[in-house]
């Protein structure tokens, strides 16, 4: 009985050296074959490097500064307006606060209905999924086989595709849907408190540069000048800054939202100083 199967067996071991030194092959190709128009790497940092990505970075983050942005805009805009319409200092700092606040409120309550909507809609397709894995037989041979065509159109063979979905559906099947069918990860929904609180304080903080540049300037003169001064320079700082956090050229971003920024103060001013001419 040994002396028969002894063939069969040497016959697979052979398959698997075969397909052990085919892999081989396959490792070396890709990774001394590929191109090399990057320096090599010196040491663990410059390793590290290449597996920091920009999309890692918390978007909330990036959010947050957009919301900085909106909120300087926002309110810089409407006090350059206001500025050009009235020389009165009460008028333009109630303006501003006016702004402020409402703008704040506006985008927090955007931001909650937003994210929140999201979060429902991702949770009812989670649930969705969870029903289909408790169906019976049936609908989970057919979600596993729809999982497998996933796995098989992202450059898997026919076989491995089949292991892998069967295995992480083994694992957690509901959850291997929703990564790689839905593209939700059921670790990381986003908050809808967390992103209304970001979008109310960042904007908050956006719109209080020019409300604090100007609040303590009595002549509408310097207070124009003080308010474009600052906030021409928070844009910078925030245009910088966002291109920092998504790996874009800083100085271009920069000065393209102090760009958009100047565009939207001088058409308010415009507007305010035609309307309060007239009005006078």
């Known amino acids: 009985m040994a002396s028969t199967l002894q063939p069969l067996l040497d016959s697979e071991a052979g398959d698997q050296r075969s397909s052990v030194d085919l892999l081989a092959v396959r490792v070396h190709h890709i990774v001394d074959d590929g191109p090399h128009n990057e320096p090599s790497p010196r040491n663990s940092e410059d390793m590290d490097k290449y597996h920091q990505h920009y999309s890692d970075r918390a978007p909330w983050l990036r ?12 309110v810089a805009s409407i006090m350059l307006g206001v500025s050009g319409g009235s020389r009165d200092k009460h008028t333009l700092i109630l303006s501003g606060l006016s702004a402020l606040v ?5 985008m927090a309550a955007g931001e909650y209905i ?8 991702e949770q009812a397709d989670v649930d969705k999924e969870r029903r289909a894995q408790e169906s019976g037989p049936a609908i989970r041979q057919q979600e596993l086989e729809e999982l497998t065509q996933i796995y098989v159109e ?12 069967v295995a992480l559906t083994e694992k957690d099947a ?31 903080i956006g719109g209080g540069v020019p409300l604090l540049s100007a609040i303590f300037i009595t002549d509408p003169k310097t ?8 906030s021409t ?48």
């Open 63 to 74: 959010a947050a500064v957009l919301g900085a942005n909106d909120g300087l805009v926002s």
């Open 102 to 106: 409402a703008g704040a409120m506006s």
């Open 114 to 121: 937003s994210v929140a909507s999201q979060r429902d809609t």
């Open 154 to 165: 992202r450059g898997l063979t026919d076989r491995l595709a089949r292991e892998v979905a």
């Open 174 to 204: 509901v959850r291997a849907h929703a990564r790689d069918e839905l593209g939700i990860d059921m670790d990381d929904l986003v908050s809808p408190w967390q992103a209304a609180i970001s979008s109310l304080v960042c904007f908050g």
């Open 223 to 230: 207070r124009i000048i003080f308010v474009s001064l600052a």
């Open 233 to 280: 320079v928070a844009l910078m700082v925030f245009g910088a800054v966002g291109a920092w956090l998504g790996g874009a050229h800083r100085l271009k971003a920069a000065f393209r939202v102090l760009l958009g920024g100047w565009i939207a103060f001088v058409l308010t001013y415009g507007v305010g100083k035609l309307f309060g001419d007239s009005a006078g």
